[in-house]
């Protein structure tokens, strides 16, 4: 079966750092996929890892290592607007449909 | 820019109606993608297709149905519609490869 994990909600304060972590079980893998979404709209991409290491994309930075079927997003100088849910997502083999987590949603608190 | 679009943003219907929820997107996409989205379970999928009249059972395919006669479009169809069909419903496209999966903005639909 295929399985991820990432924490429920999480609340950081406005400027500080937050890491929010995914655990993968799936029966392949294909790359690794970070989404943000904000309440009622639609996910938007933020990050692909299919080696691992650090991935930096300015604010944002994703983590992956595969022999423990992890990753990890760090949001640095949070920000107000960064008050959403982060999706992690597998896809197990290439052009397969990618499996989600339930989400993390980010509180950002002044 | 990719573009994927939706037909609603929001949509009311009543039980036992047929429901047709259409996407499109312009960049030539091989793959399309129908997900329903409720709290707590996070998204998930229902039907995807690889090609034209193609189509894949996802994860939740009961009560559902997808057509997809031109590239471009891919409908999803709620044969008869329950109120445990209310949901948010993405649909998203992605080229072949490892390329990642592009969002429609969502149809929110309630169903009475």
């Known amino acids: 079966g295929q399985n991820i994990d990432q924490p429920t909600e999480m609340t950081a304060t406005e400027g500080a750092i937050v890491q929010i972590n995914c655990t993968y079980q799936t029966s392949g893998f294909n790359g690794l996929f970070w989404y943000q979404q904000h309440a009622g709209e639609a996910p938007t991409f933020l990050s692909y890892n299919v080696l691992d290491g650090l991935e930096e994309k300015g604010r944002f930075s994703s983590f992956l290592s595969r022999s423990k079927g992890y990753s990890y997003l760090l949001l640095k100088e949070l920000q107000m607007k960064d008050s959403a849910s982060y999706l992690c997502?597998?896809?197990?083999?290439?052009?397969?449909?990618?499996?989600f987590g339930k989400g993390t949603r980010l509180s950002v608190i002044a | 820019d990719v573009k994927v679009t939706q037909s609603s943003r929001y949509l009311v219907k009543r039980t036992g109606e047929k429901v047709f929820l259409e996407c499109v997107q312009d960049?030539?996409?091989?793959?399309m993608f129908w997900y329903r989205q409720d709290p707590g379970l996070g998204l998930r999928l229902i039907y995807f297709s690889y090609d034209v009249k193609m189509k894949e059972k996802g994860d939740i395919p009961e009560g559902y149905s997808v057509s997809r006669e031109k590239k471009e479009r891919f409908s999803l169809i709620l044969e008869s519609a329950s109120t445990n069909q209310t949901s948010m419903y993405l649909c998203?496209?992605?080229?072949?490869?490892?390329?990642?999966?592009?969002f429609g903005p969502g149809t929110r639909l309630l169903v009475l």
């Open positions: 997502a597998v896809r197990d083999a290439q052009g397969t449909p990618l499996v």
């Open positions: 998203a496209s992605s080229p072949g490869g490892p390329e990642t999966q592009y």
């Open positions: 960049m030539d996409h091989e793959n």
